[in-house]
């Protein structure tokens, strides 16, 4: 989504991302599962398409 489209979208970065700052909001961390988004990362390509496909089966919120 573009400016004023009421979309959304979300990132989980492995390295530092400068070149966000100023565009995105940080608004949480991965409290457990990192080895998931390192198995997740390795399925990446330069050219942005995933080596395979991906599918998230579960998902959830952790009460703090």
Do not use: C, R, Y
């Not at 989504?1 to 940080?26: A, C, K, Y």
């Amino acid at each position: 989504g573009g400016p004023d489209s009421n979309g959304s979208q979300f990132f989980i970065t492995t390295v530092t991302t400068s070149w966000l700052d100023g565009h995105h909001v940080v608004f949480g961390k991965v409290l457990s599962g990192m080895d998931v988004v390192h198995k997740i990362e390795a399925q990446g390509q330069d050219s942005g398409e995933p080596k395979g496909k991906i599918i998230i089966l579960d998902s959830g919120e952790v009460s703090l």
